[in-house]
């Protein structure tokens, strides 16, 4: 029995610990007092808890904040220095890496260009990004604190890439490579669910409840964020509307399927629009999303035209996910959100046509301004979430 008790005390102490830094993060600067009204615990328990997470290095006080009379009080902040994160999108056609503090707030940032997909290859040009981000990370009490994947495919709960179809990847243990490699927590996750994550925290989308992160790059995934909260569905393969059907009759995809969104408003789709069309004067090799922006750039008419057929077809998926979830906010990210001006006028358009008018009140279709950063600042985040919780 006295044993129960105290490991009751030890988990009830650990809770109100991980309750007081939570609220010093979320509102810092805040005085102990401050600190004891917030969170409904005893003035005494307060101190005592502010004590242990100084020693920890978690928290520091700095000088007096304002007093309403009286003797100024000591006020307490985050130390968002106390460790790093890594976060790295595995885009099927690029590899971005951030290190981060604990805030979130990117210290450096390394990308490497894929032409190869195979996992092999991959996993070298991973290991090695890791460990540029690990050597690079600044002294502190707790160095790197997780690192967190993101995938363009279906992960299971585990940390198996179970399908990448743009990968070619199927039934990868990502997690468990890493996990052997390096002795850090990691996360792997959906790249579409830490974008939509990384927009709801960093982004546009940090007033919205019900915001739905269209990612698109070579591939379309969706994440979203309902109620506040990332929804993962049943086993955390919620979000493949890339993989939903546009075209009843049309191309067979690579997931099995006919006609998928994808096959249409995709990166992808773009560059084999324009390879069919031979719009490029020099060799296939240079047909790319920057290269056909520079062609728009300069007036290129085809270039435009495939750029507003993305948009079109963006704007037929748009309005399902509309009538699906009535967010209040879509937001376009990954790669495709650089396009924006060639490609916002006929998502617009097209959108406006279909659209049933209730639909309308209080949605906003925006362009993410963390491109690609979304989803490596999402998988970042949930791995100095992961830590802080412990
Ligand atoms: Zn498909």
Known sequence: MKGERTWNQHVVKKENKSLVLKTIIQSSPLSRAEIANITGLNKGTVSSLVHDLIEEKFIFESGPGTSSGGRRPVMLLFNETAGYSIGINIGVNYLLGILTDLNGDICL?????????????????????IREL?????????????????????VSKDGKVLLAPNLNWKNIDLQSVLEEKYNIPIIIENEANA??????????????????????????????????????????????????????????????????????????ALIQQAKKLNILPVDDQDVSLESLMELAEKGNKDAIHLFERIGNYLGVGVNNIVNIFNP??????????????????????????????????????????????AAALGVAAFSSENFLQK
């Not at 940032?109 to 990004?129: A, R």
């Not at 690990?134 to 160095?143: D, L, R, V």
């Not at 396009?339 to 046509?353: G, M, N, P, R």
């Open 328 to 373: 209040q906010e879509v937001v376009i990210g990954n790669r495709m959100a650089s396009t924006e001006k060639w490609i916002e006028a006929s998502l617009t358009k097209q959108l406006a046509e279909r659209i049933q008018s209730f639909q309308e009140q209080g949605l906003q279709i925006k362009f993410s301004k963390l491109s690609s950063y």
């Open 109 to 129: 940032e390394k990308q490497m260009k894929m032409d190869v997909q195979s996992f092999p290859i991959i996993k070298d040009q991973l290991f090695s990004m």
């Open 134 to 154: 690990i050597e690079a990370a600044p002294k502190s009490p707790y160095g790197v604190v997780g690192i967190g994947i993101g995938v363009p495919g279906t």
């Open 195 to 268: 974008g939509a994550y990384g927009e709801k925290k960093f982004g546009a989308g940090k007033e919205s409840e019900h915001l739905i992160y269209v990612s698109v790059g070579i591939g379309i995934g969706v994440g979203m964020i309902l109620n506040g909260k990332l929804y993962k569905g049943n086993n955390g393969f919620s979000g493949e509307l890339g993989h939903m059907s546009i075209n009843v009759s049309g191309d067979l995809c690579r997931c099995g399927n006919e006609g998928c969104w994808e096959l249409y408003a995709s990166e992808q």
